[in-house]
C-alpha cells in the first residue's frame, strides 16, 4: 500500500519505517490475528461449557435429593405446585435465607408455605442458548444433616454498594434485573424469607461445585489428617486438642465486619486520562477494582467508589463536575473461578438488588455520582456486549454531555457512541487497527471526536440523527513522519496539539486535518504528555523526564524546563488544577502534586511487580519490590518516611521482633540485615548464584532462616558482636521453600515447599515433631488453614494469622477471613474483594488492621477489621 499524503492505515505506517520485513510478515501476522481471535472465541465456549456442566450436575444433585423428600413424606402433602415465575437476567445464584424480611422465623419441616420455583438464566451458552438453572424457593422438609450443604459466607464491603437503576445497555431498552426484582418486592411488602431466597438448590449447586472441584475425602485418622493437594495425599498432623474434630461439621464465619479504609497505590504506567480533579479539589483516580477520589491537603483522606468487580481501565468526567463514567475489564477467567463459589445470604430485595450489582463480571460501564458514591446506570454487563474490557471513555463538551462515547479492547477496537441517560447505542464503527491510547471529544466543534494510538491518529465527525460515525486519518507532510501520536491536548481556541514519538509538538487545522505548525525534537524519547495550563501555556512532558512550558501561538518555551527525579519516572498524564499548580501521573505509578519545579509525592509506585509486604507494629509496614525499591510506610500519615534503592530485585522480606530490623532476599542470591533506624547494614551475605525466595525471624533472639531455589535452607544466628554463626544447614529439600514459621519458643521450624510439602525441623537442622505453638501460619498446608488448601484444591497464595482470626488470600484475587483454625471443609468466612489478581502477601498490623498486596498491578490496601455487637 502506498503512502501520498499521510496515514491511510497502520500497515502503511509500519511499512513506511520496515518496508522489506513488514511485506514479508504481512501474511503471517494477519494470520496470527485471526488465529487468536479464533482461541478466544474457543476459551469463551470452554468456560461456558463448563458452567453449564456444573449446573446440570448441582441440578441433578438437588433433583435426587428433592425426590428422597417427597418420597418420605406422604404424597397428599405435596399434591400441586404452583406454576414457576422467571426472574430474568440473572448470572448469580443466592444461598438459602435465614431470616425474612420482618423478622426472624424458625425453620419447622411441618410448615406448609406457599412454593416457587424460580428460572435463572445464566447468560448464553456457545450455540446461543440460553443456559438456565431451575431453583426452588420452596421450604422442604429436611434430610438427615448432608454436611456439604451447611456452609455460610459473608461479604464485606467497606461501604455498602448503592443499588442501580440497573437499565442493561444493550442498545435496545430491555429492563435488568434489578429494576425487575425491585418490582417484585415493591408489589408486595410482605415477602417471607422463602420468596426472597433462591434458596437451598443454589446452596447445594455451590457445594457441589467444591466438591467437583476436590473430590477426595478428607477425614483424620490416627492423629493425621489426609488433605489432596497438587494432584496428591498429604498427611497433616493434628493437635491433640483437635484429634476428634469432624471435618464435615460446621464452622460459623468469624463474628466481624472488614472495610477498606485506604489505598496506597495508584495505576499509572499502562494507561492514559486517567485523573480528573472534582469540583471539592479532590483528585480522582482509579486501582485495581476502585475509583478513588483523594483529597490534596496532605492528610491522605480519601472516598473510595466500589461498584466495579474487575480492574478499571479509564474513567471519564462529566461536564458537570459531578457524575463519573469508569469502565472495566472483563474477569471471566479461569483463575476468577472461585469468585462466586460462595454467596451471601439474601436477607431483603435491597441486598438481592447489591448481589445482582456485584455478578456484572463482564466489561461493562458504571455511570455514578462522585458526591454520594451511588451508581445511577450501568451499560453493558449481562449481555456481554463488551468482549474484553473498556479502555477510553469520554463525555460530549458541545451538548452538555448528553453523549458518551466509548472504546472497547476488541480485536477491532470498536468505538460507540451513547445516549447514556437512556442506554441507548446511538453509532458504532471501528475506530483503529491497533491500541488505542486515549479519545477526546472537541471542546468547541460539536460532534468531533478525535483518537489517537499505536499508528494511527484520526478524527471522528459524529451524526447524532442517523449514528453514523465518518472517519478521515490526519495527514502528516514531510520525510520525518513519526511512528506514532503519543499525546494530545486542546488549546485555548480550540487547537488540537499533539506529541509524538519524534519528540515534536504540532498544532493541527481541524478543517483540513494537516498541520500549521510544529516544534521538533522538544523531548528525546518522544512527548508522552500534554496539557493546557490555567495560565493558557501549554504543558509538555517527555521521556527525558523534563516538563516544559509553552506559548501555544509560537511554540517557544516560556520558562526553564522542570525535570521530574530519576526515581518517579517521565509524566505519562498532567493536569492542571491553577496557574502553579499541576497533577503528575508517572511511567512509575507515582503520583505527583505541587509546581513544575517542586513536586511532592501523594502516592509512590514501582515501574515492576511488588514483592512483598511486611507489617512493622501497628504504624508502619515495610515494602519491596522488584525493581530494588525498600520502602517503610507509616500507616497513620498515610506516606513514606524512608526508601532505599537496591541494584538487585527485592524477592522477600522479613522484620524481627524488636521492629529495628528488616532482612531482605535478592533475586541474585544475596540477602542483607538492615537497621531500620539509621538504614545502616547489619549483615550482607551470598549463598550462592540462585535467587533468596524465603527469609524469616525467629521470635527470639538474631536468628533467622535462608532459604534459596538450589532448595537449601541455612539458619543463622547473629550475636552481640556482630558475629554471623551459621546453626544449620538443610539440603533434604525436595524443591524450594516459599513459607517458614517459627514456633513460639525459637526452637523448630515448619517449612512448606512450592511443590506442596510440609517438613518440620529444629534450629539446628534436626527433623522435629510439628505439635508446637506457632509464632505465625504463613505455612497454608498447616493446621489452621490446611483445609481451605484442600477445598480450593491449592489455589491458596498467602496466609496470616493474629489469635483467633486468619486471612487468606486466594489466586482470584479475594481474601477470606475465617476463625482459626479452620476446622470445617465447608467453614464460613468473610470475604473481601477489591484486587483483580492474585494476593502474595498478606499481614496483619493489628487486631483491627489487615495489610494486602497484590503484585500484577501494585495495589496496596488497608482494611480495618471490627468486631459486630
Not at 104 to 112: A, C, D, I, V
Request: net charge neutral; glycine share 8%; with cysteine.
Amino acid at each position: 500500500m502506498s503512502l501520498v499524503n499521510g496515514w491511510s492505515t497502520t500497515s502503511s505506517i509500519i511499512s513506511d519505517v520496515l518496508p522489506e520485513e513488514f511485506e514479508k510478515d504481512e501474511l503471517v501476522l494477519s494470520d496470527n490475528e485471526r488465529l487468536r481471535g479464533r482461541v478466544e472465541e474457543l476459551e469463551k465456549i470452554v468456560i461456558t461449557q463448563r458452567n453449564e456442566i456444573m449446573l446440570l450436575q448441582a441440578s441433578m444433585a438437588d433433583i435426587l435429593r428433592r425426590v428422597q423428600n417427597l418420597e418420605a413424606k406422604p404424597s397428599s402433602q405435596y399434591n400441586s405446585l404452583p406454576r414457576p415465575s422467571r426472574l430474568s437476567n440473572s448470572r448469580s445464584t443466592y444461598n438459602q435465607m435465614s431470616k425474612s424480611m420482618h423478622g426472624s422465623e424458625s425453620f419447622s419441616p411441618n410448615r406448609r408455605q406457599s412454593r416457587d420455583l424460580i428460572n435463572v438464566p445464566m447468560g448464553k451458552s456457545a450455540r446461543g442458548s440460553p443456559m438456565r438453572k431451575w431453583v426452588s424457593s420452596q421450604e422442604i422438609p429436611p434430610t438427615p444433616p448432608d454436611p456439604r450443604i451447611r456452609r455460610v459466607s459473608t461479604t464485606s464491603s467497606s461501604e455498602e454498594v448503592a443499588s442501580t437503576s440497573g437499565i442493561n445497555g444493550n442498545g435496545n431498552g430491555k429492563t435488568s434485573i434489578v429494576n425487575r426484582v425491585r418490582r417484585l418486592s415493591g408489589k408486595n411488602h410482605d415477602l417471607t424469607s422463602s420468596q426472597l431466597s433462591l434458596a437451598s438448590s443454589s446452596l447445594s449447586s455451590t457445594t457441589t461445585f467444591i466438591s467437583r472441584k476436590n473430590p477426595h475425602s478428607c477425614r483424620p485418622t490416627n492423629g493425621n489428617l489426609p488433605i489432596f493437594v497438587g494432584g496428591k495425599t498429604i498427611n497433616i498432623q493434628v493437635p491433640n486438642e483437635f484429634e476428634d474434630f469432624d471435618p464435615q461439621q460446621n464452622q460459623e464465619p468469624p463474628n466481624i465486619n472488614a472495610t477498606l479504609k485506604h489505598i496506597y497505590s495508584f495505576r499509572g504506567k499502562d494507561v492514559r486520562a486517567n485523573i480528573e480533579v472534582l469540583p471539592t479539589g479532590e483528585i480522582l483516580f482509579f486501582s485495581a477494582n476502585f475509583v478513588i477520589m483523594m483529597s490534596t491537603d496532605g492528610s491522605g483522606t480519601q472516598r473510595i467508589y466500589q461498584g466495579h468487580t474487575s480492574d478499571v481501565k479509564c474513567i471519564a468526567l462529566h461536564p458537570n463536575k459531578i457524575i463519573v463514567a469508569s469502565g472495566q475489564s472483563t474477569c471471566h477467567l479461569s483463575e476468577k473461578a472461585l469468585r462466586t463459589e460462595h454467596n451471601t445470604p439474601v436477607e431483603s430485595p435491597d441486598e438481592l438488588v447489591r448481589q445482582l450489582e456485584m455478578e456484572h463480571t463482564e466489561a461493562h460501564i458504571r455511570i455514578w455520582d462522585s458526591v454520594k458514591l451511588q451508581t445511577l446506570l450501568i451499560i453493558g454487563g449481562f449481555d456481554g456486549y463488551f468482549e474484553k474490557g473498556i479502555c477510553q471513555l469520554a463525555f460530549s463538551n458541545s451538548d452538555s454531555g448528553i453523549h458518551l462515547a466509548c472504546i472497547d479492547e476488541s480485536l477491532k477496537h470498536t468505538m460507540t457512541v451513547w445516549n447514556w441517560q437512556k442506554i441507548k447505542k446511538i453509532g458504532e464503527v471501528k475506530a483503529a487497527n491497533d491500541t488505542v491510547f486515549e479519545m477526546k471529544w472537541h471542546p468547541n466543534i460539536k460532534n468531533m471526536i478525535v483518537v489517537f494510538g499505536k499508528g494511527h491518529f484520526s478524527f471522528f465527525s459524529f451524526d447524532s440523527v442517523s449514528g453514523i460515525l465518518l472517519k478521515t486519518c490526519a495527514q502528516f507532510e514531510g520525510r520525518d513522519k513519526p511512528k506514532t501520536v503519543l499525546s494530545m491536548c486542546f488549546g485555548k481556541d480550540g487547537q488540537v496539539i499533539t506529541g509524538d514519538s519524534n519528540g515534536t509538538i504540532s498544532i493541527w487545522d481541524t478543517k483540513t486535518y494537516r498541520v500549521v505548525k510544529q516544534a521538533h525534537s522538544v523531548h528525546p524519547g518522544g512527548i508522552y504528555s500534554l496539557c493546557l495550563g490555567k495560565s493558557g501555556k501549554l504543558l509538555s512532558g517527555g521521556k527525558d523526564r523534563m516538563i516544559s512550558e509553552w506559548e501555544i501561538d509560537s511554540l517557544v518555551r516560556s520558562r526553564r524546563s522542570a525535570e521530574i527525579p530519576d526515581d518517579r519516572g517521565f509524566a505519562r498524564t498532567i493536569l492542571s488544577i491553577s496557574n502553579d499548580s499541576i497533577i503528575v501521573g508517572t511511567s512509575t505509578n507515582s503520583l505527583l502534586f505541587g509546581s513544575p519545579e517542586n513536586l511532592s509525592s501523594l502516592i509512590e509506585g514501582d515501574t515492576s511487580e511488588l514483592s512483598a509486604i511486611v507489617p512493622c507494629g501497628s504504624t508502619h509496614f515495610v515494602s519491596g519490590s522488584k525493581c530494588g525499591i525498600l520502602r517503610r510506610w507509616n500507616i497513620e500519615e498515610k506516606k513514606i518516611e524512608w526508601s532505599k534503592k537496591y541494584m538487585g530485585s527485592i524477592e522477600c522480606l522479613d522484620i524481627d521482633s524488636s521492629m529495628t530490623h528488616v532482612i531482605i532476599g535478592f533475586l541474585s542470591g544475596s540477602w542483607q540485615v538492615i537497621n531500620m533506624v539509621n538504614q545502616e547494614t547489619i549483615e550482607d551475605h551470598r549463598e550462592g548464584s540462585n535467587g533468596i525466595c524465603c527469609v524469616k525471624f525467629a521470635p527470639v533472639g538474631g536468628t533467622f532462616a535462608i532459604c534459596t531455589k538450589d532448595p537449601l535452607c541455612i539458619i543463622y544466628r547473629i550475636d552481640a558482636s556482630r558475629n554471623l554463626i551459621k546453626l544449620a544447614k538443610i539440603t533434604q529439600i525436595p524443591s524450594p521453600i516459599i513459607h517458614v514459621d517459627w514456633s513460639l519458643d525459637g526452637q523448630t521450624i515448619r517449612a512448606q515447599t512450592i511443590g506442596y510439602h510440609l517438613f518440620h525441623y529444629s534450629r539446628i537442622g534436626e527433623p522435629a515433631s510439628s505439635k508446637n505453638q506457632w509464632i505465625s501460619s504463613n505455612c497454608s498446608l498447616a493446621f489452621e488453614t490446611c483445609l481451605v488448601e484442600h477445598s480450593s484444591n491449592g489455589l491458596v497464595n498467602s496466609t496470616a494469622r493474629l489469635e483467633d482470626l486468619s486471612a487468606v488470600g486466594m489466586e482470584n484475587g479475594t481474601i477470606r477471613l475465617y476463625s482459626t483454625p479452620v476446622t470445617s471443609l465447608t467453614a464460613g468466612f468473610i470475604k473481601l474483594i477489591g484486587h483483580p489478581k492474585i494476593i502474595k502477601s498478606l499481614g496483619f498490623a493489628s487486631k483491627n488492621l489487615i495489610l494486602s498486596m497484590s503484585p500484577i498491578d501494585n495495589s496496596i490496601f488497608e482494611w480495618k477489621i471490627e468486631e459486630n455487637v
